[in-house]
């Protein structure tokens, strides 16, 4: 299952704001520098849902605000109820 991300890096805290614009809108306390941002993405959506974080892969937008995430393992219905959507 892969979805749209809405990255905002250099935040107080790491939180999972929402959806906006049809993306998950993130918020990272690791800057957008040598993939330190990803790496805090990949980690903190392991744990909301529950899987490793070799589950969870950015598959597109490595050095934008916007990316696309693929977790494996979960299905749309499964993934929505992790995160509360």
Known sequence: MSLAVRVA?????????????GALKVRLTAP??????????VKLLAKALGVAKGKVTV????????????VEGLGLD???????L
């Open 9 to 21: 890096p250099r935040a107080s805290r790491n939180e999972l704001v929402g959806v906006e614009a």
């Open 32 to 41: 957008p520098v040598e993939g330190a941002a990803n790496q805090a993405l």
């Open 59 to 70: 598959i597109s937008g490595e050095r934008s605000r916007n990316k696309r995430v693929l």
């Open 78 to 84: 499964e993934l929505r109820g992790r995160l509360g």
